[in-house]
């Protein structure tokens, strides 16, 4: 079939023609022909780089029609960076169509720009956050919208975008036409489908979850001490290597990047703690190709859509078990080949057979490679190198007497070895003294820790990064017993912002880890009470919580928080009582009366922030996605689908 066949207008197909586009893939194939009806409710579930932005960009350009002064079309995406990819194809495939005129809205740039942009646009592409934030300020204006696409809606969900979505879907008509693209179908994507859409059709490009058949999915397993230097070892057994090191927090994605940079590689990182002139930098050389490496989190990664990534290694697993198929989409785009690496400690083996089962796809077992391995292929590309360099005769040519001096007392056997060996001992030397890092050679059917001698790998964690007890919560029932069991190694917080200020549990939960650098996985039972708030940590982040949370901004409320006492053990069995163990009488720090008021007796809102502590750099940009919803075995949190934006731009 060809894209004349699909129904698209003469300008659209002009455009098509110019891109490029031999034939429609498969999800542009069923879906285009159906989008282009005048009712077309629609749910595709295909992977990343199978296409999905033509399939529903050019319909969307299709239908829009003249003479209409608002906006028609309205496409929502979880990141500042898919949506400039977005609205950079739209304009591709609009380029002979004056009656399309495309604008990107997204966090971390000037508002009142953007509002002046709007004005005559005929389809937003916009993030959640900064859209509710123009709705909001009656600078968008979605009472003519007649299409709205979700493009990535399971990461949308997953990013805590739930309630911005349901906002602005409730401004546009109730007579629309939705289309949902994602790449994996839970059940909160589901729920979307059944809220917004009336009988959709549905089409999934190979099962749903299943991850592209073209690429290789392997894992190593090592020892935690050694995760740094496994990583290295794959890069340097990999030469043409350009690829995407994910981490699952800005703190390790930075300290990766810089350790590499240290040791002589070609990365950089990439995550919300940068500014937006540094995320952009450093993605345009990842997209020149100049940078060969480039290490992020999740969601600072969604939306990177750059052809010829060869190698996606996950130097950490994600919590959420789907955010591995975003992961390893990123690479075998177009029909390439590419290769998914993961590396995974001795205590890490269920959430390999865990992946399988959502990818239905079988890891293959790696070995990580020894110095001898790796110094023969550098020894080669070396060597390729150098006969495919272009001898620049006229340069040299000066050069050439002196050279030949120097070296006339050595034959060509002693140059060539000489001149190879300045190349090759780098390599042997230090790989010799590094050894072995493989940590065991039948981990696939054992799947338990294979070197009983291997420490725990608590000690080796900085501040910022994730605690290995949480993910290994892999069955409902065991989570629940380790849950009671370790009452006593939690904290209880006061906070003093409650439902009267647009709190909610997710947003109490995005401010704690986004500011205190932890995960959803270190925090527990979450109260919002209607002044005043409680929550529970593990006892070993108190004073860093403490530290960081304190200040920051909710929506224009300054957060401050305290530690309280433990809440008694019948209230937390119970569920019907909120009495807090404790004692304020004298003002001191002790437990709460679950009430109406601020136990302080006083107003508990605190005053507004003249700016927000969180980096502004895109949507929620910095934070590793995945990290509220369900995990390794476990059923997804409520909390985790009603988060919004804490901090506006």
Known sequence: MTFS??????????????????????????????????????????????????????????????????????????????????????????????????????GGADIRRQITQLKGATIIVATPGRLVDLINRKAANLSEVGFVVLDEADEMLNMGFKEDIDMILQKTPEKKNVWLFSATMPKEVAQISKNYMNDPLEVSIGHKNQSNENIEHIYYSVKEKDRYAALKRLIDVNPEIFGLVFCRTRHETQSVAEKLGKDGYNAEPLHGDLSQAQRDNVMKRFRDKTLQLLVATDVAARGIDVDGITHVINYQLPDDIENYTHRSGRTARAGKKGESLVLINTRENFKIRAIEKQIRTEFSVGTIPSSEEICGVQLTSLISKIKETEVKEKDIEKFLPQIYSDFEDLSKEEVIKKFISVEFNRFIEYYERAGDLNASSDRRERGE???????????????????????????????????????????????????????????????????????????????????????????????????????????????????????????????????????????????????????????????????????????????????FSKGYGSSSSSEGSSRRNYSKS
């Open 5 to 106: 066949e699909l129904g698209l207008r003469d300008e659209v197909l002009k455009s098509i023609n110019d891109l490029g586009f031999d034939a429609p893939t498969p999800i542009q194939e069923k879906a285009i022909p159906h989008l282009l009806k005048s009712e077309s409710d629609f749910v595709g579930l295909a992977q990343t780089g199978t296409g999905k932005t033509a399939a529903f960009g050019l319909p969307l350009v299709n239908n829009v029609k003249p003479g209409v002064n608002s906006p028609q079309g309205l496409i929502i995406c979880p990141t500042r960076e898919l949506c400039l990819q977005i609205s950079k194809d739209l304009e591709n495939y609009a380029k002979y169509d004056r009656n399309t005129s495309i604008v990107a809205v997204y």
């Open 449 to 627: 820790r294979s070197d009983r001698g291997e420490r725990s790998d608590r000690g080796d964690r900085s501040r910022g990064d994730r605690d290995d007890r949480g993910s290994s919560r892999f069955d409902r029932g065991e989570r629940r017993e380790r849950s009671d069991r370790n009452d006593e190694s939690k904290t209880r917080f006061f906070v003093s912002i409650g439902k009267r200020d647009g709190l909610n549990p997710g947003g109490l939960l995005r401010v704690i880890c986004d500011e205190a650098g932890l995960t959803s996985s270190n925090i527990g039972k979450i109260d919002v009470l209607p002044s005043f708030s409680f929550f529970e940590a593990d006892n070993e982040h108190a004073s860093n919580i403490i530290d960081k949370v304190n200040g920051a901004n909710y929506e224009g409320n300054t957060i401050s928080i305290e530690i309280t006492k433990k809440k008694a053990e019948s209230s937390s069995r119970g569920g019907g009582s909120r009495d807090f163990g404790g004692d304020r009488r004298d003002g001191n720090r002790g437990g709460f009366s679950g009430g109406s008021r601020d136990s302080r007796g006083r107003d508990s809102r605190g005053g507004s922030s003249s700016s927000s502590r969180r980096s502004s750099g895109g949507d929620r940009g910095g934070r590793s996605g995945g990290n």
